[in-house]
Every structure is written in C-alpha cells, then in structure tokens.
C-alpha cells in the first residue's frame, strides 16, 4: 500500500520549536516532489512548505519564511519540517503529501498522509 505517515506532532509553547516526520511506505519519496501542508479548523489546508526531488528546489508560505525549514533524506525516505518560533496561529493539523499535481504550494497531490496535530500555546 502506497502511503506517507506523519509524525512528531504535539504541543509546543509560544517561540518554541518542533520537528515533524513524514515517511513513505511503498513509495521511494525521491522521486517525487513532496509538499507540507496544514489546516487550522474552519480553514482550507494551506501550503506550507515544499521541496523537489533532489532538495535543490524549496519553497514557503510568506508567513512561515525564516522560522520553518522543510529538508529531506531520501536515503531515509524522510521528509521534515523544522519549525522554530512558533506562533499561536501555527496551531494546525499538518499533512505531508506526495507528488504534486500542480504548483506544489498548492494542495492538489497525489498521495496524502493522514495528519499530525501541532497546537501551539501562548
């Protein structure tokens, strides 16, 4: 079964930091484009982070630019999502997704994991 699973969620203090996970199974991550995604209750999922196959290539969301970092390890099958300096309005569940159809800040892909929660207190 092809799949990626997050993982590395929690809650996390105001300024502070955590490291998200998302693993392939059944899918080798490196030839893919992979894509870190969120959504807060009531909202769209919205695109956070994104990386090309050979990490070459990343983008961010402009309100995540300079505190989140999206890396990889395809020898792991890994990808992550460093994120410092978290804020209150970073509370989301966050997806991790593989192979975009599109523009890969834009949440149209092929393969979605399940979630993880990230809740972030003042």
């Known amino acids: 079964q092809v799949q990626v699973v997050e993982s590395g969620g929690g809650l996390a203090q105001e300024g502070g930091s955590l490291t998200l996970s998302c693993t392939g199974s059944?899918?080798?991550?490196?030839?893919?484009?992979m894509g870190w995604f969120r959504q807060a209750p009531g909202k769209e999922h919205e695109g956070v982070a994104c990386?090309?196959?050979?990490?070459?290539?990343?983008y961010y969301t402009d309100s995540v630019r300079g505190r989140f970092v999206i890396t990889r390890d395809n020898a792991k099958n890994q990808v992550y999502l460093q994120m410092s300096r978290v804020k209150p309005e970073d509370t989301a569940r966050y997806f991790c997704?593989?192979?975009?159809?599109?523009?890969?800040?834009?949440?149209?892909?092929?393969?979605w994991g399940l979630g993880t929660q990230v809740t972030v207190s003042s």
């Open positions: 997704a593989a192979g975009p159809r599109g523009p890969c800040l834009r949440p149209d892909y092929n393969i």
């Open positions: 059944g899918l080798r991550l490196s030839t893919t484009w």
């Open positions: 990386i090309s196959r050979s990490g070459g290539e990343i």
